[in-house]
């Protein structure tokens, strides 16, 4: 059987690793952790800490002007999840970060627009939820995990717990 014990990190190539770096650390409040080298000197990654044991690494150069769209074939987002949504809203906007909202799109799709105030919703899986994008598009779930949501539901479950429990 296969036994992981966490995510350990996230890659996401970004356009411009100067403005990707100043959203992630002052924004988000990730500290720096490391950088790693190719042989010739130049960047390779950069480690950014969001716990001991989990991390995000920001690769540089990326091509094309934006992150693929919600419909597109492979990583749609990432989810982070914290104990005060609203705490954490207030905190990010005063560090200069923008909240977005889902929107329907003419051809009938959906996609994530810039509000001015968060929105903070619940989602299908009864967590509330707030949308954030990073400075190339890539979109970034904020999530307060319910007690009545499927996924705590389901981890008391396996822990062996009893409804009511």
């Known amino acids: 059987m296969l036994n992981f014990e966490s995510l350990a990190h996230i890659a996401v190539r970004v356009k411009n690793i100067d403005r990707s770096l100043a959203f992630y650390t002052n924004i988000l409040n990730m500290p720096e952790l490391m950088r790693l080298h190719h042989p010739d000197g130049s960047l390779f990654l950069i480690y950014l800490r969001v716990t001991d044991t989990q991390y995000i690494e920001l690769f540089p150069n990326a091509e094309g002007d934006t992150a693929p769209q919600n419909e597109s074939n492979g990583l749609n987002h990432f989810c982070l999840t914290v104990e005060d949504l609203e705490v954490t809203m207030k905190e990010f ?29 619940v989602g299908l899986d009864g967590n509330r939820q707030c949308w954030i994008r990073d400075p190339d598009g890539n979109r970034i779930e904020l999530m307060q995990m319910s007690k009545d949501s499927m996924q705590y ?11 009511g429990d």
């Open 153 to 163: 539901k389901a981890i008391r479950g396996m822990r062996g717990y009893k409804a």
């Open 93 to 121: 906007v005063a560090r200069g970060g923008k909240s977005s909202k889902w929107a329907d799109t003419p051809g009938g799709g959906r996609a994530l627009i810039e509000v001015e105030q968060p929105f903070i919703g």
